[in-house]
C-alpha cells in the first residue's frame, strides 16, 4: 500500500498496480500510513488530519485532528508543500497491536499516543526530536 502526494492510497502486489484503494480527502501529500491488521489503514498528512479507512469496503472511517494547539509555520520545514505549522503536520504513523495504541510523529518532533478506538484523544505526548520525525515503529515484542 502506497500513499501518494495527490492523497491517493494505491494498492500494489509483486510491483504491479492493482487499484487505487482510495482517492483521499487529504489536502496534501500522504507521509504517515500505517496498515492495521483487521482491514484499517490509518493515514496522516499536512493538512491537520488522520484519517482512518475501512480497506475492505474502501471508505473513510474517521477524521481526527493532528493537533488542536496552534504553531507556527517554519519556513524551511519538513514539507516544501505544507501551508500549516509543523505541529499540525504529520510525518510518520506507527500501531501496536499488543495495546492497541497508535503513535503519531508531527513535523516539530512530537509524538502522541493514542488509542485506536479513540483516535480524538492525545493519551501522552512526548517531545522526541527537535525537528520531524521521518520513522517510528514498535518493537515486535509491543513495548
Given at each position: 500500500?502506497?500513499?501518494?502526494r495527490d492523497?491517493?492510497?494505491?494498492?500494489y502486489r509483486?510491483?504491479k498496480?492493482?487499484?487505487?484503494?482510495m482517492?483521499?480527502?487529504?489536502d496534501?501529500?500522504i507521509?504517515?500510513?500505517?496498515?492495521?491488521?483487521?482491514g484499517?489503514v490509518?493515514?496522516?498528512?499536512?493538512?491537520n488530519k488522520?484519517m482512518?479507512?475501512d480497506t475492505?469496503t474502501h471508505?473513510?472511517?474517521?477524521?481526527?485532528?493532528?493537533n488542536?494547539?496552534?504553531?507556527?509555520?517554519?519556513?524551511?520545514g519538513a514539507?516544501?508543500?505544507?501551508s500549516l505549522?509543523?505541529?499540525?503536520?504529520?510525518r510518520?504513523i506507527?500501531?501496536?497491536p499488543?495495546?492497541?495504541?497508535v503513535?503519531?510523529?508531527?513535523?516539530?518532533?512530537?509524538?502522541?499516543i493514542?488509542?485506536?478506538?479513540k483516535?480524538?484523544t492525545?493519551k501522552k505526548?512526548?517531545?522526541?526530536a527537535?525537528?520531524?520525525?521521518?520513522?517510528?515503529?514498535y518493537?515486535?515484542?509491543?513495548?
Amino acid at each position: 500500500i502506497v500513499g501518494q502526494r495527490d492523497g491517493t492510497i494505491t494498492l500494489y502486489r509483486g510491483g504491479k498496480f492493482v487499484t487505487d484503494l482510495m482517492k483521499s480527502h487529504h489536502d496534501g501529500e500522504i507521509w504517515g500510513l500505517e496498515v492495521i491488521d483487521d482491514g484499517k489503514v490509518i493515514t496522516g498528512c499536512d493538512d491537520n488530519k488522520l484519517m482512518l479507512w475501512d480497506t475492505k469496503t474502501h471508505k473513510l472511517k474517521g477524521i481526527f485532528p493532528i493537533n488542536k494547539k496552534p504553531g507556527t509555520k517554519v519556513k524551511y520545514g519538513a514539507s516544501s508543500i505544507a501551508s500549516l505549522p509543523d505541529n499540525q503536520c504529520c510525518r510518520a504513523i506507527c500501531y501496536n497491536p499488543f495495546t492497541k495504541d497508535v503513535a503519531v510523529a508531527n513535523n516539530s518532533g512530537e509524538v502522541q499516543i493514542r488509542k485506536l478506538d479513540k483516535l480524538e484523544t492525545v493519551k501522552k505526548s512526548i517531545q522526541a526530536a527537535e525537528r520531524w520525525i521521518e520513522a517510528m515503529a514498535y518493537s515486535p515484542d509491543g513495548k
